[in-house]
Structures are given as structure tokens and as C-alpha cells.
């Protein structure tokens, strides 16, 4: 069985950082692609940041430049540094993670970022 588990978040003001880190764990499976998305009131969800097993990444335009995101494969975790945060990174910040073509999910974790 898979559980994602996602670490950090907070309040923080408006210019500062955060940093979030994520863990699958389980027994006797690679995952493939970890990503981070975000959910802020009254909107969809959307794509912060994905990495895949080879490093490979992407960003939303919106964080490119601020926000880094890194994975340690060994550990099944994935990062996700946050810098010069605006008030509009507000959102709860999910992990997910791709096991063999399968989604799973954390619980989210809140971001808030005051002016």
C-alpha cells in the first residue's frame, strides 16, 4: 500500500521562503513522476512543479525562477523550495506521486503568504 506524505508549509510573509518535502512510502515499487500542485480558495487545482526519476522538470510559469523543486530517489521524496513567495502562492500544496501509471496523493499541506 502507497501513502504520500507531505511536510512543511506555514505562514510566512510576503518575500520569504518555504520549503516542503513529500515521501512515498511503501514496499517494492519506483516512482516514476513526483509533482506538487497547488489549490487556492475559490480556484482548480493546478500544477506547481513535476520531476521526473531521471531529474527532468517543469515548472508553472507563474513560479518559474522562485520555486526549485529536487527528489531524492532513494528516499522517495520529493522537495520543493520556495522563494520571494507572494501573497498569491496562497493555496494548500499537494504532492502527488506516479507509481506504474497510478496516481497517489497526500493530504496537502497549507502555504499562506501575508502582505
Known amino acids: 500500500q502507497v501513502q504520500v506524505e507531505e511536510t512543511g508549509g506555514g505562514l510566512v510573509q510576503a518575500g520569504g521562503s518555504l520549503s516542503l518535502s513529500c515521501t512515498a512510502s511503501?514496499?517494492?515499487?519506483?516512482?516514476?513522476?513526483m509533482y506538487w500542485y497547488r489549490q487556492a480558495p475559490g480556484k482548480q487545482r493546478e500544477l506547481v512543479a513535476d520531476i521526473t526519476s531521471g531529474g527532468s522538470t517543469n515548472y508553472a510559469d507563474s513560479v518559474k525562477g522562485r520555486f526549485t523543486i529536487s527528489r531524492d530517489n532513494s528516499k522517495r521524496t520529493v522537495y520543493l523550495q520556495m522563494n520571494s513567495l507572494q501573497p498569491a502562492d496562497t493555496a494548500v500544496y499537494y504532492c502527488?506521486?506516479?507509481?506504474?501509471?497510478?496516481?497517489?496523493w497526500g493530504q496537502g499541506t497549507q502555504v499562506t503568504v501575508s502582505s
Open positions: 511503501g514496499h517494492g515499487f519506483n516512482v516514476q513522476i
Open positions: 502527488g506521486a506516479r507509481i506504474y501509471g497510478e496516481d497517489y
